[in-house]
């Protein structure tokens, strides 16, 4: 069996500074713990709730970045795409290819990223049964690309608020795709901080440790060294030492399933 | 007070013929209920199931077949744009370019339908609250155009089915904004017809005259002259005979409450 | 086609003189709209939220209140039943016998009203789909009543909130019974008013009017001479002004439909 | 800290040879993994869905066997309670009186069990948030009890479905009580079995280990020696092999996380 993946950075890049200082305490996260991982950052955050909120660096400087952070740190790379042509470009720096999970159905997004990906990341669309990803699934085949992986963010339940379905996990596994589990977008609660998304870091850790039993391949969270200045989702991002906590608990119950 | 919009169509565009014999009955049918009219149909059904599903005739084309209906029938047009730079060609040809809900946080998508179509319609997300579209709202205004109305298509209500809050009518207008019930797409039970979207038909009518009598500015419908053998959404479209069975309800029920 | 079935009181009998005022101005208010009329009210509110709340007058007192409105105001009544053993007491008093929503599934609690009710109202629980309320209408035809009608007064949508489902309605009707709508209940908001239940009354009108288009029988309000100090559910109780204009247009509404 | 108590056995009482020799079999199971544990079985199913199911054996024939059993087999037993008057004889009886969910805010139910019962365990509403638990709590508390615990199985999602929200469990425990997980009843589809309740019994396994990982004091199971000949439940229910797997993987993950 496969040892956990650790996907993990914070939620959008800031400057080269911060992607680099970042990216270097993710490779120590995973080296204390054995992991294999990949650096995760957004060079825009294109779905904002308010027009007013910070976006990002952009593409082109976002990809400079991630070319700095795989230089300087080894790391592979996974950024989200928003629109098909920016597929090509992101995938001639980044190794994994991210469908935000509102898009999971748009059918171009999901093929450009399969043809110019070296993975894909589908997130599973917060209006969605897990069932349905088989499609985007199958998408990406069609477009040649086998290496794909789901991940579970959390479903719509009623307004504002989201729910992880624990048996989704094995749902996702049963269409024979690995499945991650991204325990900080799931403890989002949309609309509940006024005009930004809202949060409840205390959850992540039950949740990650609950994914991690109910079976999983891969983890992502959304690390920041400073959450309450984190320039994105920090309500419900954690800091390096929570994570660090939460990755040794769901390693123990890894190991206690037989797992690594 | 002003009458009711209708925005009425077939779902896709299959050719320049069946275009223009859909259009002439909308045309028709709002007619005869003196109706003003926005003649509706998607050049392209980019987040389809399945990638097997007829996707449309493409932009190019569609665009050839909308000036031919609004040659012909003199008919105002709406099309759902799916990538920003669709915004502007779109915006040359068609009247009121429609985001489609999945797609209502991104806001660059959003923001280049205001800046290029002569009205926008939002479609709130299945995964929204009713107020969180006031960002759409703002975002609209932040690019200049205030000529916006958003639609209310159903809520994620578990997996593989939507439900129509009629409270929301009330939310959505209290943003200062149009407010468009669209009756076809609030019956869809996403997933419930295996790979493709299921609908519950008859259902299309007392939803259409619960939310008028809740209150709307506009009725958006998809109509087909043969539901059976439409390429897209079919189970929930209405054929013309029930579209006009509907409407002298839903009028009916806007003059007994003082509207028109 | 039957008339408009208006099912109004207070939410719970606080006294003879209350229960007396308030009766003479339900039957002013179905008068008024020349409607049959069923007075409700509660003897008993057997599932607070909050240990502390007022509980009613109880069955012996409340059985007596309801003897004086009968000889007073000459109005059927409907209360509500908790347990097998009060059917057959209330069953001597009032006119309906209602199974709160909580308890629509306790087949004891059902077949003893069916047995000891002239008529049986079934409210549908929170956390049931309409069609499974075809069990309840079986168990009171199985204890020999058929004169059983069934009230929808909302689902549960995410935690702390009702959303009424209109197709829901139609549902209900295709299991062969008389439908109420619930517009008071339905607008609770249930664990939003700290230690006692929320409610939103200013939707109390939308959702009236649009249960009336989709298509009801009997129309359920609870009325105040003065919500705000209410023994229990002025959050979401109407005085009986606002009932009087719901009335009004839920009628004209019917009216436009060919309804009474 | 405590080690885990085990709440096990059939879901119905179907005579005394039926129950002796399954909780023979449940004090084997615990005694296998050093866990303290107490045997269920209802006496009654008094909320079937169809009147015609399978009720149970009654009350006076069903405390006969709860005394045989504690004198066959020592165990503590439990039993769930569906009027207030029920409680006083089942509290000479058995040990723990259990208030089911649906029943979970009647508030004489929930003290009469509080009065007469050495424990009471209080099963979460489908309907009820959380948090809202802590009304029941104080309930017992007020009857005199405090010896309270609370069980989670589940909350409504859409029609006919439950999910399991894991911070709940954590939202449970923040109100002061031991906290137990029903993992059998979590995997009911209320409804989706035509006239009886249906169950998806491959999800009680990642459905108890998720729960494990998050946080519980107890965990509540219903197994059967052969589920599929079961009276009630069957759907969701585990044979004995099938439980002892899913406690050896509880177990691990409690070790695992420091807990026993």
């Keep these: 069996r496969q040892p956990l993946l650790l996907v993990a950075g914070p939620c959008v890049l800031e400057s080269e500074a911060q992607a680099l ?42 990809l400079a970045i991630f070319e ?21 470009p992101c995938g001639k720096v980044v190794d994994v290819l991210q469908v935000p999970a509102f898009l999971c159905r748009q059918t171009d997004l999901v093929m450009a990223c399969a043809r110019h990906g070296r993975a894909v990341n589908v997130k599973k ?12 699934v199958r998408k990406c085949r069609e477009a040649g690309n086998p290496n794909v992986f ?12 989201l729910v992880v ?15 991650c589990f991204d325990a900080t977008h799931s403890v989002q609660l949309p609309g509940a901080g006024g005009d930004v998304t809202g949060g409840e870091r205390q959850y992540v850790a039950p949740l990650a440790r609950a994914a991690a039993a109910a ?17 994105s989702d920090g309500p419900n991002s954690l800091d390096f030492a929570q994570a660090d906590r939460v990755l040794a608990d769901v390693l123990a119950i890894r190991r206690a399933l037989g797992q690594r």
């Design 21 to 62: 200082s970042h990216a270097r305490r993710v490779k120590e996260l995973a080296a204390r713990h054995g992991l294999p991982v990949i650096f995760k950052a957004s060079f825009d955050k294109a779905n904002r709730s308010s027009v007013a909120s910070f976006r990002g660096v952009g593409l082109e400087a976002g």
């Design 68 to 88: 700095a952070v795989k230089r300087e740190t080894g790391l592979a790379c996974l950024t989200d795409v928003h629109e098909p042509w920016q597929a090509e």
């Design 125 to 136: 669309g917060q209006f969605l049964a897990p069932r349905e990803m088989r499609h985007a």
């Design 150 to 161: 789901l991940t579970e963010r959390g479903a719509c339940f009623g307004y504002g608020n």
């Design 165 to 179: 379905d624990m048996r989704g996990l094995a749902q996702l596994r049963e269409l024979g795709v690995p499945v």
């Design 215 to 231: 079976g999983i391949d891969a983890l992502f969270m959304e690390v920041h060294e400073d959450p309450a200045t984190a320039k």
